[in-house]
């Protein structure tokens, strides 16, 4: 089951996510979240768990708790939507003024 893990501290690395979850259940992966340019984390990342029942045990018994000085936010993944606001378009050179 992927999960969505929300208002990580920013310093937050995936050892420390990993290590996280591993007091639920087994973590298939981890990621956090960066900028592309900074390399910065943007304080979110996903926790894929072995089994959906350790994915729920982890929403349950992780949302809402603190973080370093942070409540986070556990919740199942979502797929992304299509169309987002960060396509760029391309024009033909030939359209320009």
């Given at each position: 089951?992927?999960?969505?893990?929300?208002?990580?501290?920013?310093?937050?690395?995936?050892?420390?996510?990993?290590a996280l979850?591993?007091?639920?259940?087994t973590v298939?992966?981890?990621?956090?979240?960066?900028?592309?340019?900074?390399?910065?984390?943007?304080?979110?990342?996903?926790?894929?768990?072995?089994?959906?029942?350790?994915?729920?045990?982890?929403?349950?018994?992780?949302?809402?708790?603190?973080?370093?000085?942070r409540t986070?936010?556990?919740?199942?993944?979502?797929?992304?939507?299509?169309?987002?606001?960060?396509?760029?378009?391309?024009?033909?050179?030939?359209?320009?003024?």
């Amino acid at each position: 089951m992927r999960l969505y893990v929300g208002g990580l501290p920013y310093q937050t690395k995936e050892q420390d996510l990993i290590a996280l979850f591993e007091a639920i259940g087994t973590v298939a992966s981890a990621s956090v979240i960066t900028d592309r340019e900074t390399g910065r984390s943007k304080g979110f990342g996903f926790v894929d768990m072995s089994t959906p029942e350790e994915g729920q045990r982890a929403i349950e018994q992780l949302n809402r708790t603190l973080v370093g000085e942070r409540t986070i936010t556990v919740n199942e993944a979502r797929e992304r939507q299509s169309g987002g606001g960060s396509q760029r378009r391309s024009y033909d050179r030939r359209e320009r003024y």
